[in-house]
């Protein structure tokens, strides 16, 4: 593979120089590091991460090649990768093309050979902000006035363009459960997981009000994952206030997890790097037990805010690294969520028990209806 010089150039001017991975060509977006050592191509493709730069810390990536059953939605929705040690060449039997075959077809502009420690330190300590890379040209100045027209995530609604333009089913007619989900940008193992459990799931674009979904007469609502700021989402949280007010079965993951909280009065804030691994310690609070999560958010539920809303709010997990809200139930509801990734991939499997535990207040909740008055 031939590579040529690449830069990538922060928004506060400090520049990287490296070879270019991927298409020759320029991007943009946010700058952000994931820590986990597996599962690339999972991440590549997780809807979260739209608009956003990917600081791979592992050293070695492309090693083991891709698969296209390895994928967490329909196309890679990072903008770009920065990366130590690009490997074209891959041993894996399993595998049906290199990496760099595919970012070509995926048009992923890409830089490696750069010291990827350096800029996870220059970052954890500045906080996340935008940048370029480019293949192109090296021309600082250049590629600083078009980096300069990049907006901030911090406003940014992003879940309705990686949301599905339309309605579609998944999972068995017959099974014991109907789940409404309303996809911010839904991972692929977040369904599978709920249809192992039994679930019919029927997947809404994700400004359907809750009028709509509630046709369908689904046993329980489920609310995505997704990227970008909750603060100007009012259309999902009104559909989750809706929701609520039914009293069905609620759960909510990462983005779903936020959206429920300003849907209880509760503010979110833009963090100063966010949670990004398979690593992360986590505490349940309800159990007293620890596990270890999958995690990708750059936005939190403000914990104050969680403080004043105790009456109607508890928290259930927390983060065992800095403190921050995790987990909340809704006190006289059938609703909750969390903020890290239960169906982790990739990642441990510490959490799959929240599904069960959706699964079985739905149960539950179908049991109640079902007792005459």
């Known amino acids: 593979m031939q590579q040529v010089p690449a830069v990538l150039l922060l928004q506060d001017g400090t520049a990287f120089y490296g070879k270019s991975a ?6 943009t977006g946010e700058l952000c590091f994931n820590t986990g050592m597996t599962g690339y191509q999972e991440i590549f493709t997780d ?22 059953t390895e994928t967490e ?12 040690n690009y490997t ?49 040209t090296l021309d600082l100045d250049v590629l600083k006035r078009e980096l ?13 363009e990686v949301s599905t333009e339309k309605t579609y089913m998944m999972g068995n007619s017959d099974a014991r459960f109907r789940v409404a989900v309303l996809d911010l940008g839904v991972k692929r193992n977040i369904l599978n997981c709920l249809v192992e459990r039994g679930c019919y799931l029927q997947i809404y674009p994700a400004k359907t009000p809750f009028s709509e979904m509630k046709k369908w007469n689904p046993d329980g609502y489920f609310i995505s994952n997704g990227p970008g700021d909750p603060a100007p989402m009012d259309y999902a949280v009104e559909t989750t206030k809706a929701i609520l007010d039914e009293n069905k079965p609620l759960f909510g993951i990462c983005l779903g997890h936020q959206i429920l909280a300003q849907a209880m009065g509760i503010s979110t804030y833009k963090m100063h790097n966010g949670h990004r691994g398979i690593n992360h310690p986590v505490k349940n609070l309800i159990t007293g037990k620890s596990e270890i999560t999958s995690q990708n958010h ?16 508890e928290v259930t997990h927390v983060n065992l690294n800095d403190g921050s809200i995790e987990g909340i139930r809704v006190k006289q509801k059938r609703a909750f969520s969390v903020q890290y990734h239960p169906e982790a991939s990739p990642g441990p499997h510490d959490a799959r028990y929240l599904f069960d535990d959706f699964t079985e207040m739905i149960a539950e909740a179908k049991k109640e209806s079902a007792v005459p008055a």
């Open 298 to 313: 750059g936005f939190g539920v403000l914990k104050e805010d969680v403080e004043k809303n105790k009456d109607k709010v």
């Open 73 to 84: 939605s329909a196309n890679i929705k990072i903008s770009g990768l920065v990366c130590k």
């Open 148 to 160: 300069d027209k990049v907006p901030s995530m911090h406003g940014l609604e992003l879940a309705s």
């Open 88 to 136: 074209w060449q891959y041993s894996r039997i399993l595998a049906t093309e290199s990496i760099q075959e595919y970012f070509e077809g995926e048009n992923l502009v890409s830089i490696s050979d750069v010291d990827t420690r350096a800029i996870v330190r220059h970052i954890r300590h500045k906080g996340a902000m935008n940048a370029i890379i480019s293949s192109e």
């Open 22 to 27: 991927g298409k020759i060509g320029t991007t």
């Open 47 to 68: 809807p979260s991460y739209y608009r956003q730069i990917m600081v791979t810390t592992n050293a070695h990536i492309g090693n083991y090649g891709t698969r296209i």
